[in-house]
């Protein structure tokens, strides 16, 4: 099955994965008993916009499915666990699958998206940029290498800024310090994530400038993250995976829905103020749909930039399910 240009992975994850489960027998067949608990070691980075992802255990139909989530820090993090075979399913930024192909194959599908958007440019307040071309020579941080600074990296570009060589950047790990260094007055700009975004906005530390941030998505990608399964958990669990896929579906159109249960849940897993919150959610959308598309274009930017040494957007169907030869 080839998923054809501009069709969406999700429903075509779920009508292979039916196939699959009716092609290979039951779940006893492949290492667990029909009536025996599966018991899904899952991941997630506590982000607002993978809200949907965290509470989608909620949803779930089947009494024998579960999802076990367990919080990391990084999406890097969440990459070694899965390549070591430590978790079955996790949120992946689509950019963080391709930079991996650059030193090797990795070991999971994708089965549906999960958010776009979520990334601010801030300036801090105080200082005087009104357009890009007044960041260059302005000290800049972002976590080197995450989707923010491939994002930043791409967008400044298309405006005759590189970020390496016209500002001084700082590599700045975590969203939390980067908020800490706009207080601090350390980086005048920074490209940050959801929520620590909006706390920065809120806490009067940065402030965006409508001259980049309304041209942003133009140059950068705005879907970002899918949600990805081992290869292994796949053809073991097919049925467990459509259950998943069922249930997730139903949260993010809970979450889209109502946003105070969005923002009451994701309080329950990460301690945020509620107002920035909300503020939060109006920066990202909660999706389970996406386009490969969208995805090999990413795969052509991060080419295009340096940040990969090959164009690996023609291998990109093999890490979806439904997208490749099945």
């Not at 075979?85 to 990795?106: E, F, K, Q």
């Not at 999960?114 to 357009?131: H, K, Q, Y």
């Not at 800024?161 to 310090?177: H, K």
Request: aromatic fraction near 8%; glycine fraction near 8%; hydrophobic fraction near 40%.
């Amino acid at each position: 099955m080839k998923i054809r240009n501009g069709a969406t992975i999700a429903a075509a994850a779920i009508a292979v994965l039916a196939f699959t489960s009716c092609s290979s027998g039951t779940e006893a067949e492949s290492g667990g008993g029909s009536s025996d608990k599966v018991v899904i070691k899952a991941a997630w980075v506590p982000t607002v916009h993978s809200t949907h992802w965290a509470v989608t255990n909620q949803f779930i139909e089947d009494e024998n499915v579960q999802i076990k989530l367990s919080p990391f820090k990084t999406n890097n993090e969440m990459m070694v666990a899965m390549q070591g075979n430590s978790i079955d399913m996790m949120p992946m930024g689509y950019n963080n699958t391709i930079s991996a192909l650059d030193r090797g194959d990795v070991n999971y599908k994708y089965v549906a998206g999960i958010s776009e958007g979520g990334t601010r440019i801030l300036v801090r307040n105080g200082v005087d940029i009104d357009s890009w071309e007044d960041v260059r020579g302005k000290t800049v941080g972002t976590a080197q290498g995450s989707t923010q600074y491939q994002q930043l990296v791409l967008a400044a570009q298309s405006h005759g800024i590189d970020i390496e060589q016209d500002t001084d950047f700082v590599n700045i790990g975590s969203a939390p310090d980067m908020v800490l260094a706009l207080m601090n007055g350390d980086v005048d700009v920074v490209s940050i994530w959801e929520p620590s975004a909006s706390e920065a906005i809120a806490r009067e530390f940065g402030h965006e400038v409508p001259a980049i941030s309304d041209t942003f998505y133009d140059d950068a990608w705005r879907v970002n993250s899918g949600l990805a399964v081992s290869n292994k958990f796949i053809e073991e669990h097919p049925k467990a995976v459509e259950s998943v896929l069922a249930a997730f579906e139903k949260a993010k159109d809970k979450v889209n829905s109502d946003k105070e249960f969005w923002v009451d849940e994701f309080m329950k897993l990460s301690s945020s103020d509620p107002d920035i919150l909300k503020r939060a959610i109006e920066n990202v959308s909660a999706v389970s749909a996406v386009d490969p598309g969208d995805v090999k274009a990413i795969a052509k930017s991060l080419h295009g930039i340096g940040i990969v040494s090959e164009d690996y957007s023609d291998r990109l169907d093999d890490y979806f399910v439904g997208g490749g030869n099945q």
